[in-house]
């Protein structure tokens, strides 16, 4: 999956443990954009 681009279907598949082996954090703005900051290890997807 590339966590790059998701869409609905993606989404989806986005279990606790890919968050938490994927996603280092995430942050949303005030303005509602959001920042999505992966691990080191992204090329391993």
Known sequence: MN???VDN??????TRNRIV???DNIF?????S???N???DINSI
């Open 34 to 36: 959001i920042e999505i």
């Open 9 to 14: 279907k993606d989404i989806k598949k986005l």
């Open 3 to 5: 966590l790059k681009r």
């Open 28 to 32: 949303i703005h005030e303005d509602k």
């Open 21 to 23: 082996k994927y996603i």
């Open 38 to 40: 992966f691990k080191e």
